[in-house]
């Protein structure tokens, strides 16, 4: 349920749109994951007790959701970013990268699948890897 999308933990039918979310979700525990599993690489020298993703697999499908799309505001995501080690700050703006691109940039979030070509979704995602790539 951790990396499930929010419309598809509310029921509404599986899109390409729901894997990319899925996608990003995987990224953000994985890094997330590098602390709590490595405590040498957190911040601290310690994982945190009570990472905000725990949440994300605890209670209804309904409840999941909820809190998956609090989290996915600017300042949800944030506060998810900061359980990251520092050695993956170089990942943070990727992430807000493809959050702004899911999700959209003003206070109500889009969950909605594009209308018309996937490449409106998928192109500006592989940017903004390709640019953290170039980056490193």
């Not at 590098?34 to 309904?62: H, N, Q, T, Y």
């Amino acid at each position: 349920m951790q990396f499930m999308a929010v419309d598809v933990l509310r029921q509404v039918d599986h899109t390409y749109r729901h894997d990319v979310e899925s996608f990003f979700y995987v990224l953000l525990w994985m890094c997330a994951r590098e602390a709590w599993s490595k405590p040498k690489l957190s911040r601290g020298g310690r994982p945190p007790r009570d990472s905000l993703l725990r949440k994300w697999e605890i209670g209804s499908l309904k409840d999941i959701a909820r809190t998956k799309a609090g989290d996915m505001t600017v300042d949800g995501l944030e506060e998810i970013l900061g359980e990251f080690p520092e050695e993956l700050d170089v990942v943070k703006p990727l992430c807000l990268k493809i959050r702004s691109t899911l999700f959209g940039d003003t206070a109500r979030l889009n969950f909605g699948t594009p209308t018309g070509d996937s490449d409106q979704l998928y192109q500006p995602i592989i940017a903004a890897y390709d640019e953290i790539i170039s980056d490193i």
